[in-house]
Nanobody
Framework: QVQLVESGGGLVQAGGSLRLSCASS????????MGWFRQTPEKGREFVAD????????YYADSVKGRFTISRDNAKNTVYLQMNSLKPEDTAVYHC???????????????WGQGTQVTVSS
């Protein structure tokens, strides 16, 4: 069973930036698409972004397109989410997840980590 550990969350003012990291324990990390989703009590789970195994293709939610960038370092078994121009509505717990298949859907997501809290103040 893969273990995913997110880090990098915190409190930031609107317009600021954060970089989230997610380290995977799986040796075959490079074979799997990886993604991020976020969760709030009000909205539930929301797809944010994902990337194919080779790092050549990505999907983004419309709400974050142009502001967030997903990347991965297969040598470090780590996926990242660079978040710029943050807005209060980006406040959520952010989870990374291993995907069954590459696609812009929560249904494609398998195991996920415990999450990291991102809070954006206005």
């Amino acid at each position: 069973q893969v273990q995913l550990v997110e880090s990098g969350g915190g409190l930031v003012q609107a317009g600021g930036s954060l970089r989230l990291s997610c380290a995977s324990s799986k040796r075959s990390f490079r074979q799997y698409p990886m993604g991020w989703f976020r969760q709030t009590p009000e909205k539930g789970r929301e797809f944010v972004a994902d990337m194919n195994s080779g790092g050549s293709d990505t999907y983004y939610a419309d709400s974050v397109k142009g502001r967030f960038t997903i990347s991965r370092d297969n040598a470090k078994n780590t996926v990242y989410l660079q978040m710029n121009s943050l807005k209060p509505e980006d406040t959520a717990v952010y989870h990374c997840a291993e995907q069954y298949t590459f696609g812009a859907s929560l249904a494609d997501f398998g195991t996920w980590g415990q999450g990291t809290q991102v809070t954006v103040s206005s």
